[in-house]
């Protein structure tokens, strides 16, 4: 049945039109050409994110065949979601996050609600990290039933989260052939620490160490993530594909752990992954991204306009004002150029005139679409750090 | 004084290798088991800030194969380190468990060896070793990596501790070194300060380039895949063993640069190269001789094992039926 959904998807998606006509404003979907834009200044900006080719015989057409889609290897996930139990409380620990980058009085309106800010873990959510049984069953029983079935992915044991509701693995089929005199102990090989050491004046732990400290459990894990352009929803899509603090790959259940309740099992699903013959990661499904966009887009565009007008409407003549347009341009952040005038970087200085200012007021641009695209979906999956440009 | 203890690598293979290597045995290999050469890569070591508890978490020191594993003219990723190796894939598991591993890990190291002492060449001094078996039908790959290093008699010692490169190097001495690197990036290198100038320049240059440098003024460097603070990543073994075997006049003391600042620091974030003065003493070993070498991974539960993967939950299409809404 799965099956024959998806390949279903598969052909609407080949007979969806390519979008051409840009309206991200209006409807928060977004053109070919616009995720390249987008993709092209997310790897400018943010250098751990690289375009990839795919596989050949899966290429898009429509996008560029260097820039099939993005890719950034390694993101760490220290907590499972499930340790973050949203609770009444937690509504204080809600923090605006700023778009606006300088942080000043009118920047209000660039805000955006990050949920668990500098929470700790605590109560039953730390003390059960990776227990799956806070994500809501579907109605008929019969999918937790298939999620229980699935065996754990690392085969080799091991530390794994949530131990209740996986099966050890089967340890007949792994062979038997540790071979400790293969070679002599060596005093110079670093040998993994069982307990944590916080070496004095450093506090650096090493992932593969577990610690139990304050009762918080830390497996880190890390993902790749990857967005392509879904033709059918004219959005980006992302995907994901994990790894345990072993480097085993994380199976769906593992996956669904690190997914917000909310959305596990529900938006969240594995998917053949459209750029490989055979890989299969999970994937956030897109049907509601447009929206979701749409929302995000209007409220921080408001706040641009007004930003631009008001700078525009403010007496600025000679060159002397071209100067600290851009000086303010520069420290309003990289969303309010714009993009008129041949490179779309330089604002013509001296002999602009207001009303030609206003004119040229479009709001924010589409390159940014992806970095609040990131911002979004690090509501979805909140313990996995996609969201780099917080660090800006 | 306390022995410098390295970093071992950590392979970390990307469920894409293993639909390759699937494609790749069914289509091209079939029964053959034979070695082929095979890529991967490193980056320099990361850390993140926990933001709950602040402390820096050091992610692995990992060495990462993808699907271009097998790619001719690999090419490693932006601000990665590309890395050879052989791989052999047998047949059937009886065949990798009774695999003669001694012999195959030999052959590696004695052609690294080979490539220092006759061809003064460090391209090799990364190499790596893969044997695999893959149950196809089950979706399950046993696999073993070797990353073979050059033990050194005795140990490297370290006796002052290792610092933050900043504190021996000035911030912008950093910052000249980043720009020249980011000009000729390379796995291992040398600087050296003229008029409080740093400068960099390839391994092999070793002669010309410290050639009237004050010792005081040359620094050995490499791309450490390490975040821990006091553990340098393991490819310093072989860089080490290196300059032993083709300078060891001039190598009792080194002073060595641990390169983690590939991507150059932003604003909100610092250096993070370590820097340390490492002393060796007197060999023991005859000349030109090739040391032992160690390096099979160790398994999840620590010993040397193979591990394995298993893709079935993500691979076989009726297990993602199940779990499909």
């Known amino acids: 049945m799965h099956a024959l959904q998806q390949q279903y998807w598969a052909v609407r998606e080949y007979l969806s039109p390519v979008l051409r006509e840009s309206k991200f404003k209006e409807h928060g979907r977004i053109t070919p050409e616009e995720f390249v834009a987008a993709g092209d200044f997310l790897t400018y900006k943010f250098p751990v994110w690289s375009w990839e080719k795919g596989d050949t015989s ?56 990050e949920t668990h800010a500098g929470r700790a873990a605590g109560g039953d959510g730390a003390a059960n990290p990776g227990e799956i049984h806070d994500i809501p069953d579907d109605e008929d029983g019969g999918l937790s ?98 790894y345990d603090e072993n480097r085993t790959p994380l199976t769906p259940s593992q996956i669904f752990q690190d997914v917000s309740a909310d959305h596990a099992f529900k938006t969240v699903t594995i998917e053949p992954f459209p750029h490989s013959a055979s890989l299969q990661a999970a994937s956030v499904h897109p049907c509601k991204h447009a929206n979701v966009m749409k929302k995000v887009i209007e409220r921080m565009n408001s706040s641009v306009v007004a930003d631009q007008l008001a700078k525009s409407g403010a007496p600025s003549g000679g060159k002397e004002g071209g100067k600290d347009k851009d000086k303010e341009g520069k420290k309003k952040g990289w969303f309010g150029r714009k993009s008129t005038g041949s490179s779309g970087t330089a604002t013509p200085t001296g002999k602009d005139t207001p009303q030609q200012e206003e004119e040229e007021v479009e709001g924010m641009r589409v390159d940014f679409y992806l970095v609040v695209f990131l911002k979004f979906i690090a509501s979805i999956v909140p313990t996995i750090e996609v969201d780099s440009t917080t660090a800006m | 004084m306390p022995i410098v203890q390295f970093s071992p690598f950590s392979s970390l293979v990307q469920p894409a290798f293993w639909h390759e290597l699937t494609t790749l045995k069914i289509d ?48 490693a990723p932006s601000h990665s380190v590309g890395v050879t190796g052989i791989f052999k894939n047998f047949n059937t598991i009886e065949d990798f468990k009774q695999a003669d591993k001694t012999a195959l890990f030999n052959q590696v190291a004695d052609e690294m060896w080979e490539s220092v002492i006759k061809h003064k060449d460090p391209s090799l001094l990364n190499r790596f070793l893969l044997i695999a078996f893959a149950d196809l039908k089950k979706y399950k790959y046993f696999y073993w990596f070797a990353f073979p290093a050059f033990v050194s008699k005795p140990a490297w010692e370290i006796s002052s501790g290792w610092k ?162």
Not at chain 1, 96 to 112: K, R, T
Not at chain 1, 225 to 234: E, F, G, L, P, S
Not at chain 2, 272 to 291: C, N, T, V
């Open chain 2, 164 to 325: 933050s490169a900043e504190e021996e190097l000035s911030s912008e001495s950093l910052k000249a070194i980043s720009t020249q690197f980011a000009a000729l990036p390379n796995p291992f290198f040398l600087v050296r300060i003229v008029n409080n100038q740093p400068e960099i320049s390839t391994i092999d240059k070793y002669q010309e380039f410290f050639a009237n440098v004050p010792p005081s003024s040359q620094i050995v460097a490499f791309v450490d895949p390490s975040a821990l603070p006091e553990n340098p990543g393991w490819p310093l073994r072989n860089l080490l063993a290196y300059l032993r075997a083709l300078h060891s006049s001039t190598t009792s003391t080194l002073r060595v640069l641990c390169w983690r600042d590939v991507e150059p620091p932003t604003n909100s974030s610092s250096w993070k190269s370590r820097f340390g003065l490492l002393e060796i003493g007197l060999d023991q070993g005859e000349a030109g001789a090739r040391p032992s070498a160690v390096g099979w991974e160790k398994n999840v539960q620590g010993k040397l094992g193979p591990r394995m993967a298993d893709l079935a939950p993500m691979m076989d299409p009726t297990r993602l039926a199940d779990q499909a809404v």
């Open chain 1, 145 to 242: 039933g298939g999620m229980q079935s699935l065996s754990v992915g690392s085969g080799l044991g091991g530390k794994k989260a949530g131990g209740a509701e996986e099966i050890p693995p089967d340890l007949d089929e792994i062979p038997d052939m540790e071979e400790e005199d293969l070679e002599d102990g060596d005093e110079a090989t670093a040998a993994p620490r069982s307990t944590p050491v916080a070496t004095p004046g450093s506090r650096v732990i090493d992932s593969s160490e577990v610690e139990v400290a304050k009762g918080n459990l830390l497996q880190v894990r890390t993902y790749d993530v990857m967005i392509t352009y879904d033709k059918y929803y004219q959005t980006p899509r992302i995907w994901l594909l994990g």
């Open chain 1, 58 to 113: 899966k290429a898009r057409d429509y996008l560029p065949s260097d820039k099939q889609y993005l890719v950034t290897r390694g993101v760490p996930c220290l907590r499972r979601a499930t340790s973050l139990v949203y609770t009444d409380a937690d509504e204080e620990a809600e923090r605006l996050l700023s778009f606006g980058g300088s942080g000043g009085p009118n920047d209000g309106e660039d805000e955006w609600v």
């Open chain 2, 28 to 75: 091209v290999l079939r029964l053959s088991d034979d070695v082929i050469p095979i890529s991967a890569s490193y980056t320099a070591g990361r850390s993140i800030k926990d933001r709950e508890t602040g402390n820096d978490i050091a992610l692995g020191c990992n060495i990462s194969v993808g699907a271009d594993a097998f790619v001719k003219g690999f090419q």
